[in-house]
């Protein structure tokens, strides 16, 4: 309709404009300026009516050029761009964006957020603060790059606020061990980002590293580990020698005494205290963690024992999982390091390939696991043997210094205590800050 009116509007312009040129005077003049300009009107207000007239639009060779009069859909599938170095792409048919980020840009966004900082302190303490933060990125940065996909956690928003706050306490505190520490977290934070309880914890452990002593820290450390790492190894004394150069490790101080540092976790909410009952006795604890080692076993010259190798030869297992003893050598056992274990069991097998034998590993068949699980079965249980495994057992402990410490130590503990969730991220990056070869925490 809109544009019948325009095309009346111009029909009645060139009728005018001829009356003008008929009869020149000032009444045909005015008709056709005003014609005109309600053409002029309509052309430039009305969309439906600009929508009939050609844009010329100037473009490059290799550009491609879009002109809408209106709505506009584009389905072209051929979308050629051209980015540079480390520029990021994005291009549109359904939303599509790749954000890459170097460590370049990792820096960057460090440094960004620590701008928010800067501002609180006074020009006395910013160049220390300054200093101690960049202590800090030297650390953090290094950690986040080995770890693939790591250097992604910059560009999401909640990472970038814990980031902050990492800032503040490194910016804080004047241990240079925290800034490994806060490190650790903050990558911590990157492995279990879609667990919102462990965020939880990660990030009440940040707030408590600039908080918490020397002492204190070392103590939930130690005891962090005497409830976490045992070794997979079913060589009694393999295992003990792995244990033994893991608290060499995280021993790296005098262990606290009495129970201040304990009442100083309860303060951080790092532990809770335990009024009733005491902790279990190394004695006790580690012989039931790690049973395997102190089980009786399989007298060799019984019938148990023969029928412990046709066992294994029916099921296709190898004799060597049958090993001496250790603790007394007239028995043998399952090299595990208890029964639970027997499942995580990997086999070795050889394959040829290409002229060459390779080793490939191989999880045990639910047969072979019910197999060696009545194995265990055939185990001695003389109450008089398992204690004095278990004495030998202690012996063997006691001849290593680092585990001799931490008997001496964790035996001497007077209040019974459980560790928290955010105690146990705190405590576990710093013992991945002392051993980096620890698994990630569960």
């Known amino acids: ?65 879009y002109q809408v009069a209106g709505n506009q859909v584009i389905t072209d599938n051929k979308i050629i761009q051209h980015n540079g170095g480390v520029s990021q792409q994005i291009h549109a048919e359904n939303l599509l964006v790749n954000l890459g980020i170097d460590e370049k840009r990792a820096r960057e966004v460090f440094h960004e957020m620590n701008l928010q900082l800067r501002r609180e302190y006074t020009q006395e303490a910013l160049t220390v603060a300054d200093a101690r933060v960049s202590a800090f990125e030297n650390s953090l940065m290094p950690k986040m790059e080995k770890v693939e996909g790591a250097l992604a956690a910059f560009t999401d928003p909640s990472f970038q606020l814990l980031l902050v706050e990492a800032q503040k306490i490194a910016a804080a505190t004047e241990r240079p061990a925290d800034y490994d520490l806060l490190a650790e977290l903050l990558l911590h934070r990157f492995e279990k980002g879609d667990n919102r309880i462990a965020r939880a914890g990660i990030g009440f452990a940040i707030d408590m590293v600039d908080k918490v002593s020397d002492d204190a820290l070392l103590g939930l450390t130690v005891a962090h580990a005497v409830q976490s790492f045992y070794p997979v190894t079913g060589d009694i004394n393999k295992g003990l020698d792995v244990l033994d150069d893991l608290f ?73 999982l049958l090993v001496d003893h250790g603790l007394d050598d007239k028995y043998v056992r399952l090299l595990v390091t208890s029964k639970r274990e027997i499942n995580s069991i990997i086999l070795l097998k050889s394959v040829a390939q290409n002229g060459a034998t390779h080793s490939t590993p191989v999880s045990l068949a639910e047969k072979q696991i019910e197999a060696l699980n009545s194995i265990y079965s055939l185990y001695s249980q003389d109450d008089g043997l398992k204690k004095k495994n278990i004495d030998s057992f202690m012996s063997e402990w006691n001849s290593r210094k680092n585990l001799k410490i931490l008997r001496e130590w964790w035996d001497g503990i007077p209040t019974s205590f459980a560790i928290t969730s955010a105690g146990k991220v705190l405590a576990h990056s710093n013992a991945q800050r002392c051993d980096s070869n620890l698994p990630s925490l569960n």
Do not use: C
């Not at 809109?2 to 009728?15: E, F, H």
């Not at 790296?252 to 009495?258: E, I, K, R, T, V």
């Not at 024992?305 to 190898?318: G, M, R, S, T, Y």
């Open 1 to 65: 309709m809109k544009i019948i009116i325009g095309l009346i509007n111009l029909i009645a312009l060139i009728g005018a404009i001829f009356w003008w040129l008929e009869a020149p005077d000032w009444e045909p003049a005015v008709t056709s300026l005003a014609l005109f300009g309600g053409l002029l009107v309509q052309i430039f207000i009305n969309d439906e009516v600009r929508s009939k007239i050609n844009i010329f639009q100037a473009f490059n060779k290799n550009s491609h050029n």
């Open 248 to 320: 060499g490790k995280i021993i790296y101080g005098q262990l606290p005494s009495a129970d201040e540092w304990l009442d100083h976790l309860d303060v951080l909410n790092a532990v809770r205290l335990i009024s009733f009952g005491s902790l279990n006795k190394i004695e006790n604890y580690f012989p039931q963690k790690l049973s395997g080692y102190v089980d009786v076993g399989i007298d060799k010259n019984s019938e148990n024992f023969v029928i412990a190798l046709k066992i294994l030869d029916e099921n296709h297992l190898p004799r060597e």
